[in-house]
């Protein structure tokens, strides 16, 4: 085809002659479908409702396997935070013999069954380095690097980024990082507190997983202590006999959300007690409200409050700043750790790599356009995993994604061929 030829005569022209030797091979393969960047949860529900349509996607993915997150970068405790059937991803359920809190195994094992299901075969151990709208095309143009830095550069016309909200982890800077001496781990290198007994260790970081890996910690005989710069909302998991969350979402039918967050923080009181006693102070703004307007989660208490009250765990105010083998923090107090833990989350890397600012803001990597209008963009750019909704927000965005693909690539399937295999043109 002419825009075939078109396209390889460009990227050659394009090419910078020293960028030409450093690359040990470099090729050029035009897909007949969007291609989608990451093979997580929302990368994978984004293909698999593209299949249903019959429209053909290509993921891309920077790791060895899918949903790098969840097998390399996770704890070994970690369970879902909310019910199965709030994180089941579209087209197939949980299996009927999962519990309600599936383990990170068990959703592990849910993602590989969905990549079969729906025959999923990401192209792996390709890190995307750049991705721009070509406007004389009318095409996109993904270049990657493989683990031997060869280049490939896909080319097609609609891109879905699937990176998501958690694809960098934030290391913050603290004052005397390099004076500590000990062990200073970010939780996505933490695994069990078994590796941590009998040590003193300081864990940066209240949301879910700081408070987790604190159970965990204490529960191997470790002496953990909680550092909470900002205020929390800690809820119960479950309230009379259902979940928090599900119940929450069966009230919003029916009440306003003022009214559903007063409901809440007057049981939480009543079952968790006044969590300001222990140095977790409450927002001013209810959960729900707080959750809706700056995606902050509430944390869903899985037993680490309890220890908290029990002195097993400690909980102290922001670090002022780091000494060898010790903590300052801002009350002025001094204690001895072992070892640190930054349970300070994780960013959009989009900004790195999308050589675009109209729909993803520089800043934080994140859709400008609030939930839920923040999955589409122009010329065929797309966002899913976005939503500051767990996977039932990126199931949400698939489901949009495949629809509107569906509506406005068909139309056009004469000119680019959409349902045809991918061709390659080596250079």
């Not at 299901?117 to 709208?133: G, L, R, T």
Request: charge should be positive; include cysteine; hydrophobic fraction near 40%.
């Amino acid at each position: 085809m002419d825009y075939l030829r078109e396209i390889e005569g460009k990227r050659l022209h394009d090419r910078n002659p020293n960028e030409k030797m450093m690359m040990k091979s470099s090729r050029c393969v035009c897909v007949s479908g969007p291609i989608i960047v990451g093979a997580g949860p929302s990368g994978l529900a984004a293909a698999a409702c593209l299949k249903v349509k019959g429209v053909r996607s290509v993921v891309l993915e920077r790791s060895h396997c899918i949903a790098s997150l969840w097998q390399l970068k996770t704890y070994d405790r970690l369970r879902l935070h909310l019910p199965k059937q709030f994180c089941e991803l579209p087209l197939m359920p949980f299996p009927e013999g999962f519990p309600t809190y599936p383990t990170k195994q068990q959703f592990i094992q849910y993602l590989e069954a969905y990549a079969r299901k729906f025959d999923i075969n990401p192209c792996f151990n390709q890190s995307v380095v750049s991705a721009e709208y070509d406007q004389v095309l009318g095409l996109w143009r993904v270049r990657t690097v493989g683990l031997k830095k060869e280049e490939t550069e896909y080319v097609c016309p609609g891109l879905i980024v699937a990176t998501g909200e958690n694809a960098e982890p934030v290391v913050p800077d603290i004052e005397g990082m390099k004076d500590f001496g000990g062990d200073i781990l970010h939780t996505s290198l933490y695994k069990k507190g078994g590796d941590f007994g009998g040590k003193r260790v300081l864990v940066v970081g209240c949301g879910n997983s700081g408070m987790e890996v604190c159970l965990d910690l204490c529960n191997h005989n470790a002496s953990p202590t909680l550092v909470v710069r900002d205020t929390v909302h800690v809820l119960p998991r479950e309230m009379l006999g259902k979940s928090t969350f599900g119940l929450s979402m069966w009230l919003l039918k029916w009440l306003p959300m003022r009214l559903v967050d007063g409901f809440l923080l007057i049981v939480s009181r009543l079952l968790l007690g006044d969590t300001a006693r222990y140095g977790l102070h409450r927002p001013q703004m209810g959960p729900l409200q707080l959750k809706n307007l700056s995606g902050k989660t509430p944390v869903l208490d899985v037993g680490t409050l309890a220890k908290i009250k029990a002195g097993d765990i400690k909980v102290s105010p922001g670090i002022q700043r780091l000494r060898p083998l010790s903590a300052e923090f801002v009350n002025g107090k001094t204690e001895k750790f072992d070892a640190i833990i930054l349970a300070t989350g994780y960013k959009s890397n989009v900004p790195s790599w999308l050589k675009e600012k109209e729909m993803f803001s520089v800043k934080d990597g994140l859709p400008k356009r609030p939930f839920p209008n923040g999955w589409k963009g122009e010329s065929g750019l797309y966002a899913v995993g976005f939503t500051k909704r767990g996977l039932l927000g990126a199931s949400m965005d698939a489901k949009r994604i495949a629809d509107d693909i569906e509506m406005c690539w068909k139309a056009e399937s004469k000119h680019f061929s959409y349902f045809a295999r991918p061709s390659s043109l080596q250079s």
